[in-house]
C-alpha cells in the first residue's frame, strides 16, 4: 500500500545537501548539472536525492537547455466544442514531434488569460497557442512579454492588431455573410442574432452598434460584421433590436430568443452565433411551443455532433476544428524550431452544412424570395 | 510591431553570466536566489538579464520553497462534457485559493497517462488531481513515483485499487442498477448495454462477460456491475449478447446499436453507458428510422444541455459535476497544506432526470409491467 499523504512540500535543495553531508552550492550544482563537483559528492548527492524524492528535476534542465518539450495552450473555454476540436488537431501534431501539451482556460477573460501566460513562462514551455480575449494594443502587454523572453506564440481563433504572430482562424466573416444570404434567398428579411456585442440596453442605434462591435472579440466582431454586410448589400434594413446584447450564456440566449420572438414584429429566422447560444435558442423553442423550421429557421456555427441528431437535424458551419489545430501546432513548432518568417493570418475555409432547420419564410411572396440566390455551392473567402 | 519571430530557445544561465561579465555559478546563485552573491555583481546579472529577457523564474524560486501554486489536472477526454464540466468545479475552488491548474488530456490511454505525470512532475505542479486509465495494482508505478515524491494525488472518477488516496466518485453501480430497475418496471425485460466491457467477439458466455468486466476502468465495471445485479436480483435473464463490446466512439457506438436491433430477439430498450455513447445510439436510431420512445427506450449516462432540446428530451443519469469538482479540489488543497488523514473514497450521488425518453414496454402484459416498481423517487447509494 502506497501512502498518498503527501504531508510535507518537496524537499528543498537545503534538505538534499544536509542529507548528503555536502554544502548547497554542491548539492546545487549536481542537481542542475552545471560547474565541477567531484564524483564522491555527486553520487552521494544523488543518493540523497533519490532517497528524499528530490525530483530529477528535467525543469532545472531545461533551465540550462532552454528546451522543455511541452506546448502551453491557452483556450476560452473548455467546455465549448470548438476548443474540444482544435485541441485534439494540436495534440496530434505535437505528440507526433516528441512535444506534450498543457492546456489553459481563461473563461474568455483576460485577468485569467493573463495569469495563464504567468503560468506557462514560469513552467518555462517552449512555445504559446492562445485563444486571447485581447481586444486592442491595450491589451497584449502579457502577450508581448512572452515575446521578449522568446517564447513563440500562435494566435488561434482570432486576430490581435499590434503582434507579428501567426494567426489560425476561419473565415468568419464571409462565412457568416453567406449563411444570412442563405436565409434572405428564402424570403427572410427579419433575420434575429443570438449573442451579438454587449451593450447598452437602451441604445438601439446603428451607431451603437457599431461602436459596441469595435469592442467585440475579433471572431464575433467578424461575424456579426458578415451579418451586416449580407443584410445591408441586398438592402434589407438592419434592425439593432434583432441582434441579442445579453451575457454569453446559454441560459440568457434562451432568455434573449425569448425577448426576440416577443417583439411586434419577430423574426422569421435566427443566426446563432456559436454552439452553446444555438442550444439556449432550442431550449427558447421548447419553452415558447415554437418549432422549426415552419416556426423559425435556424442557421448557427458551430457543427457538433449533437446538432445531427435532432430532429429536423441543424444546418450549422462546420468549422475544420482538425485542420486549425494541425496548423497552429504546426506554425509553432516552425516557430520553435528558429523560423523567423513575418506573422502571417492562416484563414482556413468553413463549410455551411445544410441539414433541415432552415426553410421559406412563410410570410414571404414567390418574388421576395427570388431576389437573392442562394449561395450554398459558392465557398466565398 | 513587436515581433513574434522567435527564433532562438530562451537565454540560457551561461548566457546571462556572459553578458554580466560574471562567472556562471554567481549568475545561477543570482537567478537562483541562493548562496551569497556582492551586490555589485547580483545587480549586473539582474541587469543582463532584464536585457536578455530571462525569465525572472518563478521556476527556480520553486525549486528552493516547494511551492509553485499550480495543480494539475490529468483527464480522460477533454471532449467529455464529462470532464468540462468537473474541470469548472476543480477551477472554482482552487482560483479562490490562489492557485492556477494546468490540464493533461490522456484519451484513456496509460501511456498517456505516464507522460502526463511525468511532465507534470516535471512542472513542479504541487498537487495532481487525475482520471487514471490505470486498472490494476500494475498500472500505478508513475502515480507511486509522484507521490513518493510527495506531490499529493486525488483520483477523480475511479478507483484504483493499492494506492492509499482521495477518490472522488459518483454511485456508479446504484444509479445504473436504478436506471436497470426502472427500465424493468415499464415491463422491459430485453434490455441493451452500449458500451460494454471489451471481449472476444465469438465469446458470448457469462463468464467471459464477467471475465473482461474485471479488466475494466472502474466506474465502467461498477455501471456493468449495477446492470447486471438488477437483472440478476429481479430473475430477468443476462444475454451477453444485448451488451455490446465495441470501440468507444460515436460511430462504434451507433453500429452497435445497429447490431443490437438486427438479433432476432432485439432489446426494446437501451441503457448508454455515457454521453458520447447515447450520441452514437441516437444515429443509429435516425439510421434504422426508429421513434423513440414508442419504437426504443432510451436511459443513458450523462445528462447534457443539449439532452434536453432533443425532441422527446431524454431521461439522463446526472451527476454533480461541479460538487465532484469542488470536492476533489478541496481534498487536494487539504493535501498540499499538509493534512495526513488515510485516503477516502468519497462518494456523491447521481441523480436520474426523468424526461420523456423512456415508456412501458409495447410487448409487456400488464401483470409483468407491476411486477418490479419503479424507484425514481428513492436515491439509494
Known sequence: MITGRAAKSQPTISEVA????????TAARTLGNYGSVSSDARAKVLAAAEALGYRTNALARSISTGVSKTVG???????????????????????????????????????????????????????????????????????????????????????????DVDSIVINNRAIAKKAVQNLLALGHRRIGYIWGPTR???????????????????????RIKGYLEALDENGVGVDPLLISSTEKTETMAAHAFELLMALPEPPTAILAAESPAMIGVLHGIRRTGLTYPAGISLIGFDDTSWSEVLEPPLTMVRQPLLALGNTAAERLMLRIGGFDGPGQIHTLPAEIISRGSITHCPEATPTERSEVKPRFEQQSQ
Open 18 to 25: 544536509l542529507a548528503a553531508g555536502v554544502g548547497r552550492a
Open 73 to 163: 495552450v491557452i483556450v476560452g473555454d473548455i467546455g465549448n466544442p470548438y476548443f474540444s476540436g482544435v485541441l485534439r488537431g494540436i495534440t496530434d501534431t505535437i505528440k507526433a514531434r516528441g512535444y506534450d501539451s498543457i492546456i489553459l482556460s481563461t473563461d474568455e477573460n483576460l485577468h485569467n488569460e493573463i495569469d495563464a501566460t504567468s503560468v506557462l513562462s514560469d513552467k518555462q514551455v517552449d512555445g504559446v497557442i492562445l485563444a486571447s480575449a485581447a481586444i486592442g494594443a491595450a491589451d497584449i502587454r502579457h502577450i508581448d512579454s512572452l515575446i521578449r523572453r522568446r517564447t513563440p506564440v500562435v494566435l488561434l481563433d482570432r486576430v490581435v492588431p499590434g503582434l
Open 200 to 222: 447598452s440596453p437602451s441604445d438601439n442605434s446603428r451607431e451603437g452598434l457599431d461602436e459596441s462591435i469595435a469592442r467585440t472579440l475579433w471572431s464575433d466582431r467578424e
